[in-house]
């Protein structure tokens, strides 16, 4: 018969922040054809029951080589941005701050794109319990200025819009490890 030992106060070094750091790549290639890419991504962040931190930030890059008859084709694309959010619990559950995020791209017509917002959170679970499980709905209305490589065909090379953002997230911790899925739209 085991027996249960009571839960004891446990001091945290790291103040509460969580650090993540990812990194990967690929290579393929034949005697016509080749590439290779890289990726890397990191976050920060700090959840309490007061106040909510967030930062992350990736890039990519990839090189395509295609050899031809009569000479030898290659592309690169680069792709980088950050997202930042800080929020203040108002009770509990609720929370407001604000969220800001820029991206850069050499593909597409979207050259860069930075925006920044007011944003209002709600979690399923009280604050206390954000660092082993978390629903958290998050809304936003950004302001956004982006610039483009082409002319769109509304005739314009940079624009600044109004939009709204809703982000759901689940977060949970267990002994065997954590999962994260989340969906914005």
Same mark, same amino acid.
């Given at each position: 018969?085991?027996?249960?030992?009571?839960?004891?106060?446990?001091?945290?070094?790291?103040?509460?922040?969580?650090?993540?750091?990812?990194? @990967?790549?690929?290579?393929?290639?034949?005697?016509?054809?080749?590439?290779?890419? !890289?990726?890397?991504?990191?976050?920060?962040?700090?959840?309490?029951?007061?106040?909510?931190?967030?930062?992350? @930030?990736?890039?990519?890059?990839?090189?395509?080589?295609?050899?031809?008859?009569?000479?030898? !084709?290659?592309?690169?694309?680069?792709?980088?941005?950050?997202?930042?959010?800080?929020?203040?619990?108002?009770?509990?559950?609720?929370?407001?701050?604000?969220?800001?995020? @820029?991206?850069?791209?050499?593909?597409?017509?979207?050259?860069?794109?930075?925006?920044?917002?007011?944003?209002?959170?709600?979690?399923?679970?009280?604050?206390?319990?954000?660092?082993?499980?978390?629903?958290?709905?998050?809304?936003?209305?950004?302001?956004?200025?982006?610039?483009?490589?082409?002319?769109?065909?509304?005739?314009?090379?940079?624009?600044?819009?109004?939009?709204?953002?809703? @982000?759901?997230?689940?977060?949970?911790?267990?002994?065997?490890?954590?999962?994260?899925?989340?969906?914005?739209?």
């Amino acid at each position: 018969c085991r027996r249960r030992m009571p839960p004891r106060a446990v001091e945290d070094r790291w103040d509460s922040w969580v650090f993540q750091v990812g990194a @990967g790549g690929s290579l393929s290639g034949n005697q016509r054809e080749g590439d290779y890419s !890289l990726r890397g991504s990191f976050s920060v962040s700090r959840v309490t029951e007061e106040l909510k931190m967030s930062y992350s @930030g990736f890039a990519s890059y990839k090189r395509d080589e295609t050899a031809l008859s009569s000479r030898t !084709l290659h592309a690169i694309y680069r792709t980088n941005g950050f997202d930042a959010l800080v929020v203040k619990s108002l009770t509990a559950r609720w929370s407001a701050g604000g969220f800001a995020s @820029g991206d850069y791209a050499t593909t597409g017509n979207v050259k860069t794109e930075y925006a920044i917002a007011p944003a209002v959170e709600f979690d399923v679970f009280p604050y206390k319990e954000a660092s082993s499980r978390a629903i958290t709905f998050l809304y936003r209305l950004e302001y956004s200025n982006a610039t483009y490589r082409d002319v769109t065909i509304y005739y314009k090379t940079a624009e600044r819009l109004w939009r709204h953002a809703l @982000g759901i997230q689940l977060y949970m911790t267990r002994s065997w490890g954590s999962a994260n899925i989340s969906i914005s739209g």
